[in-house]
């Protein structure tokens, strides 16, 4: 069984402009979360998604917003980028019926310069 | 708001020893989970705890959960080098309204 993949894997961006970073799920999976880690603040929700709506959001400003395809695949967007938007994306899958054993992607190495 | 308390957050010990990692919430949890991160990977998961006295072991590693406490113990038995890594514990509560909540990570750093 394939495991989460997510795109792009590195990715360095300039202050102000936007990004979209994708995953996708474990087969069968339904449930999609986004967590940001930094040096600094650690590994923080922000938030999860399932069956193409979002259920959870945690403490982000507006600029990050995601959403949930059919097939479950997930992609989230920063918009206006600060330099502290700089971070490993990481997603992570479950089968949805709560956070129950989460599975986690490799993750996106996003440098805001 | 749930905090959650990871100590040592580095820890630098011989192969061959024994040592424990704490980890410390403040409200009623769910479930407590432990992952493994190497550097520059993702999170590998060890442990999902469901209940009071849970106890789970894979191979040198062993956890625990005491619900009453909110403490759960990762403890590594005769640590080898291969065991370096930085661990997390992180809990779900309030039926993963708010995600999952991590501690700060313990910096494991095991030396031949």
């Known amino acids: 069984k394939a495991g989460v993949t997510q795109t792009p894997r590195y990715l360095i961006k300039t202050r102000g402009q936007q990004v979209t970073l994708s995953c996708s799920p474990i087969s069968g999976h339904r449930s999609v979360s986004w967590y940001q880690q930094t040096p600094g603040q650690g590994l923080q929700f922000l938030f999860e998604y399932f069956s193409e709506t979002q259920r959870n959001k945690g403490n982000f400003p507006g600029r990050f917003s995601g959403r949930q395809f059919s097939n479950s695949r997930s992609e989230m967007n920063v918009s206006t980028l600060e330099l502290g938007d700089s971070a490993l994306y990481l997603c992570?899958?479950?089968?949805?019926?709560?956070?129950?054993?989460?599975?986690f992607g490799p993750g996106t190495r996003l440098t805001v310069t | 708001e749930l905090k959650v308390e990871q100590n040592p957050l580095f820890l630098s010990m011989q192969e061959g020893k024994n040592y424990t990692i704490y980890c410390n919430y403040s409200t009623t949890s769910d479930r407590l989970y432990w992952y493994r991160q190497d550097p520059g990977k993702s999170l590998e998961s060890l442990f999902v705890?469901?209940?009071?006295?849970a106890v789970k072991q894979e191979g040198r590693l062993m956890a625990s959960l005491d619900t009453k406490a909110r403490l759960s113990t990762l403890h590594i038995t005769a640590a080898v080098h291969d065991l370096s890594a930085t661990y997390f514990c992180a809990v779900e509560a309030g039926g993963g309204a708010d995600g999952l909540t991590f501690g700060k990570g313990t910096h494991l750093i095991i030396q031949p």
């Open positions: 992570a899958s479950s089968h949805g019926q709560g956070l129950y054993e989460q599975y």
């Open positions: 705890l469901l209940s009071n006295g």
